[in-house]
């Protein structure tokens, strides 16, 4: 579903974001990237969907290589691709079913989209996306009168309704309880399990990350140094994908 080749990231000012990274990601696989801060997470997800341009390698998304797509094909690779982050990127002053509806412009021309014209079935399809992450009854209030797990659950629902084939999300949870971020690990995994979803999500709690992945990447400075399943995750492991031991604050401790 995604493939990573000899990929490489080097950021104007020098820093290396990524450095040669060979992967391959299966469809319907759940796949958690851990790492410290300034690993190479989010410059891994990110070139995904070329939020990030590479400057090295290629990356081939459903068997077409997006590192080298322009115009129209880079666009509908991208459609394929749902992206969730920390801090939700709702419109604020919207409808929740507005935002879901955004999901939809990949699929109609421009002119449409500004006059805000949606066909019946794509109201149709945010409804269902909604419903599948419970908050239907939320589709006419405004987004920002939702709680923030609310919020990334809008969003869940606008990758559905974008009828993305792969889930990426860097950090979903951050800036949840934990609670709330039972709930919506517990919606992104359902999600991935109903619809065959390829998920990729960065999260830094090592237990959710273990809880919740089918596989776990780690990262250390830009490299790819684990891989592998949950049970292969040891504590040991986690300590040499930080460089030092496990500490307290990396588990959240959420309740099962
Ligand atoms: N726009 C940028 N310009 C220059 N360097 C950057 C930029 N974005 C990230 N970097 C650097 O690239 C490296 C990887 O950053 P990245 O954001 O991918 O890490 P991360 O694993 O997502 O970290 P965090 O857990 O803090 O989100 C870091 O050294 C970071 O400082
Ligand atoms: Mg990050």
Known sequence: MIEFKNVSKVYPNGTK????INLTMQKGEFIVVVGLSGAGKSTLLRSVNRLHEVS?????????SITKAKGRNLYEIRRDIGMIFQNFNLVKRSSVLRNVLSGRVGYHSTLRMMLGMFPQHDKELALKALDRVNILEKAYSRADELSGGQQQRVSIARALAQEAKIILADEPVASLDPLTTKQVMDDLKRINEELGITTVVNLHFIDLARQYATRIIGLRAGEVVFDGSVDEATDEKFAEIYGRPIQDEELMGVAK
Request: net charge neutral; hydrophobic share 30%; aromatic share 0%.
């Open 56 to 64: 090295g390698g290629e990356i081939i998304v459903n068997g077409k």
């Open 17 to 20: 974001g990524l450095n040669n």
